[in-house]
T-cell receptor, first 116, second 112 residues
Framework: SAVISQKPSRDICQRGTSLTIQCQVD?????MFWYRQQPGQSLTLIAT?????????ESGFVIDKFPISRPNLTFSTLTVSNMSPEDSSIYLC?????????????FGPGTRLTVL | AQSVTQLGSHVSVSEGALVLLRCNYS??????LFWYVQYPNQGLQLLLK??????LVKGINGFEAEFKKSETSFHLTKPSAHMSDAAEYFC??????????FGTGTRLLVSP
C-alpha cells in the first residue's frame, strides 16, 4: 500500500484567509483524490487531480474556491480559499494502488481545519 | 448514480459480543464494495473489499462481510468485539473506475 503524508496535520485559520494543504505519496500515481469530511459526516469527493491536466471537480465544488495543483506524480496541493466557518472540516487526499480493484483507495491521515 | 445506506449512526456492543454493521447499496451495474475504518484522529484504513469474486470477504482484524445481491447488502461482521474495534466504519461503493461514494458512517462503541 502507498504511504501518504499530509501537511499540515491541523490548523486554525481566520475567516477570509486561505490555506494550502499538501499531499505527498511515496510512489508515482496517476490519479489523486481530495475529499472533505465535515464534522460528524461522511466523506465527500471534492475533485480528482491528474498530473498534467486540470483537476475534475464534483458537483458543488469549484476551482475558485478549491484550486488544486498537481506538479508531478507524487505530489498535490489543495487550497481552501476565502475561508468561512463552514469550511471547517477534515480534508483527506487519497490514491489508488498501482494495480488493483477499481475503487480501492489509500488515504492520507487528513488535515483538520478549523475556521474561526 | 450509485449510493450507499448505512443503518444506524451508532452501534453499541459489549466486549466479546457479535458486531454487525449494516450496509445497503444501490447500483445499476455490478458494484465494487468496500468497508473502511477510521480510528479517532486518524485517516481511513481499508478493512476489506468485494470485487465480484467470493461473496464472503475476509478482512483485517477479524472482520468479514458478505455480498448478497438479492438483498443489495454488504453487512460487516465480527464474531467477538474487542475494545480496540471502537471506531467509525464507512461502507463505500465505487462509482466509475475509481470514484468512491461513501455511506454516512457508523460509530461502533465497545463497552467492557
Amino acid at each position: 500500500s502507498a504511504v501518504i503524508s499530509q501537511k499540515p496535520s491541523r490548523d486554525i485559520c481566520q475567516r477570509g484567509t486561505s490555506l494550502t494543504i499538501q499531499c505527498q505519496v511515496d510512489s508515482q500515481v496517476t490519479m489523486m483524490f481530495w475529499y472533505r469530511q465535515q464534522p460528524g459526516q461522511s466523506l465527500t469527493l471534492i475533485a480528482t487531480a491528474n498530473q498534467g491536466s486540470e483537476a475534475t471537480y464534483e458537483s458543488g465544488f469549484v476551482i475558485d474556491k478549491f484550486p488544486i495543483s498537481r506538479p508531478n506524480l507524487t505530489f498535490s496541493t489543495l487550497t481552501v480559499s476565502n475561508m468561512s466557518p463552514e469550511d471547517s472540516s477534515i480534508y483527506l487526499c487519497s490514491v489508488p494502488p498501482g494495480q488493483g480493484t477499481p475503487g480501492t483507495q489509500y488515504f492520507g491521515p487528513g488535515t483538520r481545519l478549523t475556521v474561526l | 448514480a450509485q449510493s450507499v445506506t448505512q443503518l444506524g449512526s451508532h452501534v453499541s456492543v459489549s466486549e466479546g459480543a457479535l458486531v454487525l454493521l449494516r450496509c445497503n447499496y444501490s447500483s445499476s451495474v455490478p458494484p465494487y464494495l468496500f468497508w473502511y475504518v477510521q480510528y479517532p484522529n486518524q485517516g481511513l484504513q481499508l478493512l476489506l473489499k468485494y470485487t465480484s469474486a467470493a461473496t464472503l470477504v475476509k478482512g483485517i482484524n477479524g472482520f468479514e462481510a458478505e455480498f448478497k445481491k438479492s438483498e443489495t447488502s454488504f453487512h460487516l461482521t465480527k464474531p467477538s468485539a474487542h475494545m480496540s474495534d471502537a471506531a467509525e466504519y464507512f461502507c463505500a461503493v465505487s462509482e466509475g473506475f475509481q470514484k468512491l461514494v461513501f455511506g454516512t458512517g457508523t460509530r461502533l462503541l465497545v463497552s467492557p
